[in-house]
């Protein structure tokens, strides 16, 4: 999980020297959470770490300003366009849902994500080769959903009854990628599958 984030940070670097040279004092990125403080603890230590890393120190030669939705989506658009309306150089996204959020609000700086599902299917970018101001990181999990009951099979071989939790608030396109991911992949291996939304 460290070195996602590690890259997270050093992406979002790469894309801060030509936007701190277009500003004099210095420059602020937004950061948009799904999550708390709390549950984000590692993630944002690794952010900051891989800032570091490129030479900019949260506090001395860079500003972060973080709004955490803390779980509850139905806040990401206000806490992006509250991001948005700021003097800020770059906004990040971390989430399906935070990223889907900044994207809505149309922002006027480069956006850079981190989400698990196709960018292009969720209208982040237009294509891979061709991101335009948004760019980032991404993990593809849905995809590898089916992969990973391959591999709890293996693991569990007398497991024949499976269970599928879903969180349908993260995104009805990420929800269903992962239902049809899995549900596959079961029949494949003859197992039952017992989806719950939680």
């Known amino acids: ?63 972060v300003e973080y709004r955490w939705a803390k779980g509850d989506y139905g806040k990401l658009p206000a806490l992006a366009a509250e991001l948005l309306s700021r003097p800020i ?21 480069p956006l850079v994500f981190l989400v698990g599902g196709d960018p292009v299917r969720l209208g982040l970018v237009t294509s891979m080769n061709r991101p335009g101001a948004a760019t980032g990181v991404n993990f593809f999990t849905g995809d590898l959903s089916g992969k990973r009951l391959e591999l709890l099979c293996a693991m569990v071989p007398s497991a024949h009854v499976i269970g ?27 197992r039952e599958l017992v989806v719950q939304e939680a």
């Open 1 to 63: 999980m460290r070195r996602r984030d590690f890259m997270t940070g050093l992406g979002i670097a790469a894309a801060l020297p030509a936007v701190s040279r277009a500003q004099q004092a210095t420059p602020t990125i937004g950061f948009l959470s799904t999550r708390s403080p709390d549950e984000a603890t590692l993630h944002t230590n690794a952010f900051r770490s891989g800032l570091e890393e490129t030479g900019y120190v949260e506090g001395s030669s860079i500003a």
């Open 89 to 109: 150089a770059l906004l990040v996204a971390a989430g399906d849902p935070a990223a889907l959020a900044a994207k809505a609000g149309v922002p006027k700086v």
């Open 164 to 190: 599928l939790l879903i969180n349908p608030r993260f995104g009805a396109e990420a929800a269903a990628q992962q239902r049809l991911a899995v549900t596959a992949a079961a029949k494949e291996l003859g």
